[in-house]
């Protein structure tokens, strides 16, 4: 089977190892196969006080509204595959009081469709604006809501992923230590540091709080954008969130779907780590903005189609 008779609509274009769609996300995640896909990565829209342009669901439909799109990603991710969701919480209108909306979202997932929750992740964005206003810089009686939690969900309690893809650099403490070694002995805790404490392993673990500024004005999207005089997306994501993901969660030539693609910042990631891709958009104009990430576009070629249906088969990726 051809994997331009999987998805039964004619891409929006083409990359060396991607492709977007435009249309609804529902109904394109329908025609993927099952047990088909490595990771879902995505950031759908939130449950936000105000209407934003690009479709935002109250909260208190929230759970409703995303239990269709959960039950597809379920289906179509392999056993050992991973769904992760960046998710933005809301306060409640009027109330400086916090809406428990994605935590229902998560607790439903596990509980109605069986989902696991491998673990949950925080993304503080330290360059966010102090917000809500109304709260945190008039009335001044609540701190800046600064953080997103990202759920990472799995199939299965074992989902493939390996820590030391995404190693951070050591400290300086650290490297110190590694350089003038160190006696093993208990903490004031009772832990017993033992003499593995000092093997240089190439990297430190990451912790779940994953610390990103979300400030990137001078990069080649928003330089294009400006050039052309199109508004770009206005809740992208930076490259590190999902590029933390997909190193970790995902190997060499596997298949990555976002079904809220917006500007298209997964795909982009994917492509610079050689993984194939999928985006799915329901606004054109997102889709058309996203192009300037992506330097060559290779068209509609059912060739480059058919290397994602024999990835999905398990067969040989060679012509």
Known sequence: ??????????????????????????????????SSVNLVMTSPPFALKRKKEYGNVSARKYVEWFLPFAREMQRIVTDDGSIVIDIGGTWIKGQPTRSLYHFQLAITLVETLGLYLAQDFFWYNPAKLPSPAEWVTVRRIRVKDAINTIWWFSKTPYP???????????SDSMKSLLKNGYHAKKRPSGHDISDNFTKNHGGAIPPNLIELANTDSNGTYLKACREAGIKPHPARFPHGLPEFFIKFLTDREDIVVD?????????????????????????????????????EITGTSSGQLGLFQKKAKNEPLSP
């Open 160 to 170: 493939k992923a390996d820590n030391r893809n995404v190693l951070k650099p050591y």
């Open 259 to 295: 079904p809220f693609a917006g500007s298209v910042v997964t795909g982009e990631v994917c492509e610079a780590q050689q993984r194939y891709w999928l985006a799915f958009e329901l606004i054109e104009e997102y889709l058309e903005t996203s192009r300037f990430r992506f330097p």
């Open 1 to 34: 089977m051809h994997y331009q008779n999987w998805i039964n609509t004619t891409p929006f274009y083409l990359t060396q190892y991607g492709a977007t769609y435009l249309g609804d996300a529902l109904e394109l995640l329908s025609q993927i196969p099952d």
